[in-house]
């Protein structure tokens, strides 16, 4: 996959302290940052799935409001 070089400013503290980190765990800045994007991608996609997920039970129990959402919740602790 061909690769694209990317640019950007941060402040030289938040820089040095990163590097520290980065000869620490015996990583590259390029190689930790392709790592921490692909886990951000990945806790997108899985929040994305969850609400999916939870749109599709919402309807299957008929919730379409907060409301409705507060007398499950009213039922549940009553017992019913």
């Known amino acids: 996959m061909p690769a694209t070089m990317v640019t950007f400013t941060v402040p030289a503290p ?8 980065m000869q620490k765990q015996s990583k590259t800045r ?7 994007m692909r886990q951000a991608i990945q ?6 799935q969850l609400f999916v997920n939870g749109r599709k039970y919402a309807k299957k129990l008929g919730i379409k409001t907060e409301e409705d959402v507060q007398k499950l919740i009213d039922d549940y602790r009553e017992g019913k």
Do not use: G, I
Not at 14 to 21: E, R, T
Not at 30 to 36: F, H
Not at 43 to 48: F, G
């Open 43 to 48: 806790a997108d996609q899985e929040w994305e």
């Open 30 to 36: 390029s190689e930790y940052l392709r790592e921490t």
């Open 14 to 21: 938040l820089l040095y302290s990163f590097d520290q980190v």
